[in-house]
């Protein structure tokens, strides 16, 4: 099965993508993008498993638990300033009222229902690398957040710089050395016919893959290494969805390429 997943006409609720642990034969992540018109709305309920939906563009309302949260989001694209998202804990229904069209992402981890609702402004922006590894990092849910599983944040890769770079993993239950998290990439990019390049390789190379991927795919990380190269004149946004037995980020870089970050 490769790892490369697109999109495809939206269904009848409006979904493009849709990644579950049983599509993915993991355990932990799932992630799901709907197209909404403007009107239209969407409802749901993730038994056992708490949810992030993040406004990707457009405007929305968006109920759960008792709370509304109204006319959030507002973005014309993924690049344009930084993301409205809300909480749901596990069990909890809630309902997406699109105000104009709109792209909404679901990402969902394993939860028993603890928490509360609420709404996530991810207003900070943090600079990581130097050069042509230079990116811009938007945290949603990070490690020092409140919830169960979910570990979410966007990034911003410039065209011509490497992301996820030097090439790292975290596929090794063994903290505080290193954790084990599956995790998903979903792509886009500015303008939007450009392409990007992402492989996923691991140590003994039983699994090497190198993608091109194109607006609106997703990569899908078992396990492994997984750098991601923009080419000049495209810039690259990645929604980063991560889950796995604990709630930490704790990487490795591969011995091969470590040597660039002890310049």
């Known amino acids: 099965m490769s790892l490369l997943v697109h999109p ?16 993915a034969g993991w355990k932990y992540v799932g992630f799901r993008v709907i197209h909404l018109a403007a009107g239209a709305s969407y409802n749901r309920v993730e038994n056992g498993r708490e949810a992030c939906v993040v406004v990707l563009t457009g405007t929305v309302s968006i109920m759960a638990g008792g709370e509304s949260f109204e006319n959030i989001g507002g973005r ?6 930084t ?13 997406i009222e699109a105000v104009s069209d709109a792209e909404i992402a679901i990402c969902t981890a394993p939860g028993t229902g603890a928490g509360a609702v609420r ?9 990581r690398g130097q050069g042509t590894n230079t990116r811009h990092v938007r945290n949603i849910l990070s490690d020092t957040d409140a919830a169960e599983s979910l570990l979410v944040v966007e990034v911003i890769t410039p065209g011509g710089h490497w992301s996820s770079y ?5 596929d090794r239950d063994a903290y505080p ?19 990007a390049f992402q492989r996923v390789y691991t140590d003994g190379r039983d699994i090497d893959e190198t993608m091109a991927v194109e ?14 190269g923009a080419p000049h004149g495209y810039d690259l946004y990645y929604l980063n969805v991560m889950a796995g ?16 970050v002890r310049q």
């Open 8 to 23: 495809h006409p939206p269904a009848g609720d409006g979904t493009v993508l849709d990644i579950t642990p049983a599509s």
């Open 76 to 81: 014309q694209t993924v690049f344009d300033g």
């Open 83 to 95: 993301a409205t998202s809300v909480y749901v804990p596990a069990g909890h229904r809630y309902r």
């Open 119 to 127: 709404l996530i402004r991810s207003d900070a922006v943090e600079v």
């Open 166 to 170: 030097p090439p790292h993993k975290h």
């Open 177 to 195: 050395e290193e954790t084990f998290l599956e995790e998903t990439y979903y792509h886009r990019l500015s303008p939007p016919q450009g392409f």
């Open 215 to 228: 607006d609106g795919d997703v990569v899908m990380v078992p396990r492994g290494y997984h750098p991601v």
């Open 245 to 260: 037995p604990r709630r930490n980020w704790v990487f490795r870089n591969d011995p091969a390429h470590e040597w660039i």
